[in-house]
């Protein structure tokens, strides 16, 4: 078998698998890909840690686990626009720079406005821009 078919044929599972991929669509066309993913930067700071994971589920809600507690909000706007009703978080304690990487975190979320998925890269945007790739956190 020559490479010509081969390639031809990862080629087309790849793009099968790729319009199988699940998003919310909002009524302006704005695809944004549900499923896991990990925060890399929050404002002008880069997260080397990788230990703030976010999940958008098929309805728009979000949920995920910071440096020390889980969170879950509804997704109130219609991509592009973001905005969370009232988020429940579990209460462990949290100090040190995971505290105030998770603080800093939760604030971003609540004052969000906006939500784009571009290049691979999904931005929450707001006073403070919150940066993601897609992926999980990772674990302790």
């Known amino acids: 078998m020559t490479r010509l078919p081969m390639i031809s044929a990862a080629l087309a599972a790849m793009l099968g698998l790729a319009a199988c991929e699940p998003t919310t669509l909002s009524a302006s066309g704005e695809n944004i890909p549900t499923g896991p993913y990990v925060l890399v930067g ?4 880069t997260v080397p840690e990788r230990n703030v994971g976010l999940t958008i589920e098929s309805d728009g809600s979000i949920s995920g686990q910071g440096p020390c507690n889980s969170y879950a909000a509804a997704q109130t706007a219609e991509p592009p626009a973001f905005a969370l009703g009232p988020m429940t978080t ?25 939500i784009t998925f571009l290049g691979g890269v999904l931005t929450i945007e707001g006073p403070t821009y919150l940066t993601y790739e897609p992926g999980y956190r990772k674990e302790e």
Not at 42 to 45: F, L, N
Not at 93 to 109: D, H, K, N, T
């Open 90 to 114: 579990s209460r462990s304690g949290c100090s040190g720079r995971a505290g105030r990487l998770e603080s800093r975190y939760f604030q971003a979320l609540a004052q969000a406005t906006g």
């Open 42 to 45: 929050i404002g002008a700071d």
